[in-house]
Structure formats: structure tokens, C-alpha cells
């Protein structure tokens, strides 16, 4: 694959999270997504985690019943769930990049296998097969200006992973990754005459940060949102961020020093996650953007903010940055067609949020 650069001095990123379906797909999902992609025509697709529902791939079409009962299966299902997001971007010849979730490898199939899967795809943008210290989604991709020097950087970081023998899924950002991070933000600035590049991270789940995001407030607060883990309600705080939270976050239970460490470097303007589905807010904490994307399943739990996230770089000014998202019923107008197939595809139906 070429490297991947500026044109007319523009690179646009579209963040998917949370797609999370199985081999038989939600319609509208998809034609959402194929309406986004050939709206926007963004230069790269990140799938940035729970790209799949992989915890069910057993499952039957309807309910919970097992029907599917060794490896094998399992990786038929996976091949074609993972088939129906991949296939639209590949046939449209746009280059995609993944990283892992907290469903992604809750089944037999474990993520070096899964990323063979992606890798067979030809846009998919090479990975970790190397160091063997961190997950295989754990890498960074370069993106260069139209004279060749780099210009932009993209940090993908795994922070969940299922251990099949314990049966229990680990959410966090471990102390080994923390370290690759460091040491790629030094060859970063060695590649480029000492001089750090403006760069985004990615990773699935909120840093432990986030929750600086929200205050204390009243139960009958119309923006309150339970958290039973620290007891009471929170809200968005307004002073800090800019959006929607429809719950409180549910964040990793430790980034082992990332967020300080993403300071220290100074190469990282913003972090940028998903998890929560039907979250959807921007902020600034100590100068690094936090920036949460709504998820784009139709099988599981959500809101009328389904979607995809843009950002939209110059190559002459990329801490300027321009990120918006587009819903399902912002690429598709609102007919009754449109309206029946997100009722009868949605799961976990709100109606109009307070937009």
C-alpha cells in the first residue's frame, strides 16, 4: 500500500465506533455507512473498536440460544460479520485501520487471527506484527504531507482484552503500552530532526479522566445520569465540554499513566474514544482535546445519535482541526421508509433525543 498523504492539502479521517454486529447485519447500519463513506469520501476509516458483537457469534439469529459450538464456526461467523463492514470500504478502494474493543475477542478466535482477517482486505493499513510487548493493534500510522515529510501522526492503542482461560474480559491500558507510546513519541520526533508531530490517539474506552468531565447534580436534573459505581447522579459539565452524554462514562480501570504521559510528550492533541454508545461531546483538559464518538450499532444499545465521527486536517495548519459526526438521519432523509427501517433495525429505542 502507498503511504498515505495530503491531497490539495487536506486528509480527512472517519472514525467508526462501535459497530458491533454479528454475521446476519442490521440493513440500516450498513446504509448508513455507505452513505457516509461516499458523502464524505474520507481518506482513511478507523474502526476503533467493538467491531463486532464477538461475544454472541454462537448465538442463533433470534435469542440467546447456542447453535454454534466449536472454533471453527466461530471463525466462519466472525469472517462474515467482519465482512460486512469491510467489504463497503474495500470496494470503494479507501484505505481502513482498526483497533480492538471489549467485545472484539470474547470467543475463541484470538486478535492475531482476527487481524489476519483484516489484513486480507487490500486497504487495510499494515499493523503490529512485530513487537511482540504489545497487542497487534497497538501501532502507529504515519500520514505525510504532499512533499514527502511527515505531517500528521495517528496513535492506535488496544485497552481491552478477554482472557479465554479466566473467562474474564481486562479493561485497561497496560504499563507496556504506555511505554511503546513513549518510546514511538521518540522515534517520532528522531524520524523529524528532534521535532514532535501534531498527533491523535485513539483507543476504545474513555480514559479515567473523562469523569473530570462531570459534576454532581440532582436526581430530577433533566441532564442527569446515574452512576452506580460512585453513587448518585452527574451531568455533562457544560463549563468543560460541548455536547451530549445520555450516560455516565464507563471508563477503563486503568490507563496506567497514559494521560500523563500524553502531556509529557506534548506530540498528542487530542484523544479520541468511543464505548459509550450513546455519549457524544468534545472538551479540553489540560490542553489535549477528549473527544467522545457515539457508536454506529443498530444491535445494541443506542440513540438517535448513531453514526461516524470526520476530522478534517490541513496540512498548512492541522492543529486547527474540524470534527463533526453525521447520523443515520443525517445521510438519510427522514421518510417513512427510512423511519420504519430504524425502528424495526435499532435496538434500544429512545425516540428524539434533546438535541
Not at 452513505?35 to 474520507?42: F, L
Not at 448513531?306 to 478534517?312: C, L, N
Request: net charge neutral; hydrophobic share 35%; proline share 4%.
Amino acid at each position: 500500500m502507498e503511504n498515505l498523504a495530503f491531497k490539495n492539502g487536506q486528509f480527512t479521517v472517519m472514525q467508526v465506533s462501535d459497530a458491533q454486529d454479528m454475521h446476519v447485519v442490521r440493513k440500516a447500519m450498513v446504509t448508513m455507512l455507505e452513505r457516509a463513506y461516499n458523502k464524505v469520501k474520507p481518506d482513511l476509516v478507523l474502526f476503533t473498536g467493538d467491531n463486532i458483537l464477538g461475544n454472541h457469534l454462537r448465538d442463533a439469529r433470534f435469542g440467546s440460544k447456542q447453535v454454534i459450538f466449536d472454533k471453527a464456526g466461530e471463525l466462519t461467523r466472525m469472517k462474515v460479520s467482519l465482512k460486512n463492514i469491510l467489504q463497503p470500504v474495500s470496494d470503494l478502494k479507501i484505505p481502513f485501520a482498526f483497533l480492538y474493543g471489549n467485545h472484539d475477542d470474547r470467543n475463541l478466535i484470538t486478535k492475531e487471527e482476527q487481524a489476519d482477517i483484516y489484513m486480507s482486505y487490500p486497504y487495510c493499513v499494515p499493523f503490529n506484527r512485530r513487537d511482540k510487548s504489545v497487542d497487534c493493534d497497538t501501532y502507529y500510522i504515519p500520514i505525510f504531507g504532499e512533499n514527502g515529510a511527515e505531517k500528521l501522526g495517528i496513535f492506535m492503542l488496544d485497552c481491552a482484552w478477554y482472557d479465554k482461560e479466566e473467562n474474564l474480559c481486562y479493561e485497561m491500558i497496560t504499563p507496556k503500552t504506555v511505554r511503546w507510546f513513549c518510546e514511538e513519541s521518540e522515534r517520532q520526533r528522531e524520524r523529524n530532526g528532534g521535532s514532535s508531530i501534531p498527533s491523535f490517539l485513539f483507543t476504545h474506552i474513555p480514559l479515567p479522566v473523562t469523569e473530570s468531565l462531570f459534576v454532581k447534580c440532582e436526581k430530577d436534573d433533566p441532564d442527569a445520569v446515574r452512576s452506580r459505581r460512585r453513587g448518585g447522579y452527574f451531568k455533562l459539565d457544560k463549563a468543560k465540554a460541548q455536547g451530549f452524554a445520555f450516560g455516565y462514562p464507563s471508563v477503563l480501570s486503568s490507563d496506567s499513566g497514559l494521560f500523563e504521559e500524553i502531556k509529557a510528550q506534548g506530540n498528542i492533541k487530542a484523544v479520541v474514544f468511543g464505548h459509550d454508545h450513546k455519549n457524544r461531546f468534545t472538551a479540553s483538559l489540560d490542553g489535549i482535546d477528549i473527544i467522545q464518538t457515539p457508536g454506529a450499532s443498530f444491535r445494541c444499545f443506542g440513540n438517535d445519535l448513531r453514526g461516524v465521527r470526520v476530522f478534517v486536517f490541513k496540512e498548512d495548519d492541522i492543529n486547527s482541526y474540524e470534527t463533526y459526526t453525521l447520523t443515520y438521519f443525517d445521510l438519510i432523509k427522514p421518510t417513512i421508509t427510512s423511519r420504519l427501517r430504524y425502528i424495526w433495525d435499532a435496538d434500544d429505542k429512545l425516540g428524539k433525543i434533546r438535541l
